[in-house]
């Protein structure tokens, strides 16, 4: 039934919990920037981090779930420019990799749920075309990606930090579908969130399939044209090559 399928990433392949309030997590990234000549104490770290983020982000609504991380936004940007405030004359590379240990520090677990490598190889095998386009960082989710085997398995990847609009906005899933040349008779999008992923999807056309996941948003089942209501990538499976 259906030649292409498009995934949403977390909540849906990967089941991940991140906290970043913990303040450890502001201690050692306080550290981290000492390290390199910006000296802030992890109270004033964190009130600069958020003072960035709501003045990068202002006018753009998200929902604020921490694995999301302001997805309009290059977050880069917003660690390079805790070193610019120190008057560190800092570059991209040390940016991307202070948000990355900032990632880490803040993951209390990052993990596929069961079967999603055997569901994801069977649509392969069955010359499906797979793509995932995801609310996400770049400087997280690529190598979050790359760390669970995830990358090769899809013909093209979408991140919001790359196009500074997310889901549901309907310019996002259109952007897929023009670069990919990708038309709404079969084509479906898989997703763990009502909104984001399946009123989007449902925008341009394409058929949808809806799970409840341990971190879909607190709602009620959307009109999906399937819905399941727990997660179980066998089921995903059956009904993705049917």
């Known amino acids: 039934m259906y030649k292409t399928c498009i995934f949403d990433l977390y909540g849906t392949l990967i089941d991940i919990h991140t906290d970043e309030e913990q303040p450890l997590v502001w201690e050692k990234l306080a550290l981290f920037y000492r390290y390199y000549g910006a000296s802030y104490t992890p109270v004033r770290l964190k009130e600069a981090y958020e003072n960035i983020t709501e003045n990068q982000s202002a006018g753009n609504l998200f929902r604020g779930d921490s694995h999301e991380a302001f997805?309009?936004?290059?977050?880069?940007?917003?660690?390079?420019?805790?070193?610019?405030?120190?008057?560190?004359?800092?570059?991209?590379?040390?940016?991307?990799?202070?948000?990355?240990?900032?990632?880490?520090?803040?993951?209390?677990?990052?993990?596929?749920?069961?079967?999603?490598?055997?569901?994801l190889e069977a649509l392969k095998k069955a010359g499906k075309k797979l793509y995932l386009l995801s609310n996400a960082q770049k400087i997280f989710t690529e190598y979050e990606m790359k760390s669970l085997n995830l990358r090769d398995y899809f013909d093209g990847i979408f991140?919001?930090?790359?196009y500074g609009i997310k889901k549901p906005d309907p310019r996002f899933f259109q952007k897929l579908a023009d670069t990919c040349h990708i038309s709404p008779a079969g084509t479906i999008m898989i997703g763990n969130d009502g909104n984001c992923d399946i009123a989007g999807a449902k925008q341009i056309g394409w058929d949808t399939l809806y799970v409840h996941s341990n971190i879909s948003p607190k709602e009620a089942a959307p009109a999906a044209t399937f819905v399941l209501p727990e997660m179980d990538m066998r089921k995903i499976r059956q009904i993705l090559l049917k």
């Open 71 to 119: 997805p309009e936004l290059k977050l880069e940007h917003v660690f390079l420019e805790l070193f610019t405030r120190k008057g560190v004359e800092a570059n991209t590379e040390l940016a991307i990799h202070a948000g990355q240990f900032f990632r880490i520090l803040s993951t209390e677990y990052i993990r596929l749920y069961p079967h999603t490598l055997q569901m």
């Open 159 to 162: 991140l919001s930090s790359d």
